[in-house]
């Protein structure tokens, strides 16, 4: 299915839900924000929430410094 991920257009196996998405970017254990068609996703709901065909998303990684 298609979506759009940080502005991109790409295609993704469906269903996939919000943290296999997050997985599969190799983002997992890392501290991430994302946000699903303008609304922020808890990360409590990130196994529960499916993406959909057209959904926009945005992930941001949290980088540390000093």
Partial sequence: MKIVLNGEPRTVEAPISVAELVQSLGY???????ERNGE???R???PQT?????????????????
């Fill in 40 to 42: 922020i996703v808890p």
């Fill in 28 to 34: 997992a254990g890392k501290r991430v924000a994302i």
């Fill in 44 to 46: 409590s709901a990130h």
């Fill in 50 to 66: 499916l993406i959909a065909p057209d959904d926009r998303l945005e992930i941001v990684v949290a980088v540390g410094g000093g």
